[in-house]
């Protein structure tokens, strides 16, 4: 059983309809000992980094994804929800994150005149690491909508990346934990496939390379 983390600032019903598709079982909640319950967990996030960790915060949600990635349960955080994995985030200030990635959030640069921020539509997936996340998938386009990307990161955990003005990690993960900074329940058939991947993880069907 899948749960959804609805904390207040995901897309839960994209999301929800993606799992629907794939007839995988989920619920949506906010209270930790429900979540506990799950087999494996996925962070939706769209909005501020900041607002999004005080609701964490609020709601325990931040020690709780600890424990439960520490348990071995495996994690996805999507969007911005991929965002709140790493250790810090510079998004109108300097704010501190789950630290279940190491890795910083920081605004992507605009190093060319024709480059617009956000980086919005349909971008090609490189593959760049070995991961049951990955299994029987071809390298692809997915749809984006972030002005912000993982940097100082272990290049080890770049699982796949995007090219926008320079390389754009877009798949992450170590372990149990994964991130996706694109939309995979908006990226047709490419996208529906990492999530079924991801739930095939859950379910055991894979190992994590």
């Not at 071995?72 to 955080?77: A, I, W």
């Not at 929800?81 to 250790?87: D, K, P, R, T, V």
Request: glycine content about 10%.
């Amino acid at each position: 059983m899948i749960g959804i983390i609805d904390y207040g600032m995901g897309n839960l019903f994209s999301v929800s309809k993606a799992l629907e598709r794939l007839d995988i079982p989920y619920f949506l909640s906010d209270c930790p000992e429900e979540l506990g319950k799950a087999d494996g967990l996925i962070l939706p996030g769209v909005g501020a980094f900041r607002d999004a960790m005080k609701l964490l915060k609020e709601k325990k949600l931040d020690q709780f994804l600890q424990n439960f990635t520490d348990e071995g349960k495996p994690l996805l955080g999507i969007c911005l929800g991929m965002q709140l994995l790493f250790e810090k985030s510079e998004e109108n200030g300097v704010w501190q994150g789950l630290s279940l990635l190491k890795g910083r959030i920081t605004k992507i640069p605009r190093k060319e005149e024709q480059l617009k921020i956000p980086h919005m539509g349909w971008n090609e997936l490189t593959f760049s690491h070995d991961s049951a996340l990955l299994d029987d998938l071809k390298e692809g386009y997915v749809y984006f909508v972030h002005s912000y990307y993982a940097s100082e990161m272990n290049q080890e955990d770049r699982i796949a990346v995007t090219f926008y003005g320079e390389e754009i990690p877009a798949v992450v993960g170590r372990g149990n934990i994964f991130g996706m900074q694109f939309h995979p329940e908006k990226s047709s058939e490419l996208g529906i496939g990492l999530l079924q991947n991801f739930t095939n993880i859950v379910k055991g069907l894979e190992t994590i390379k």
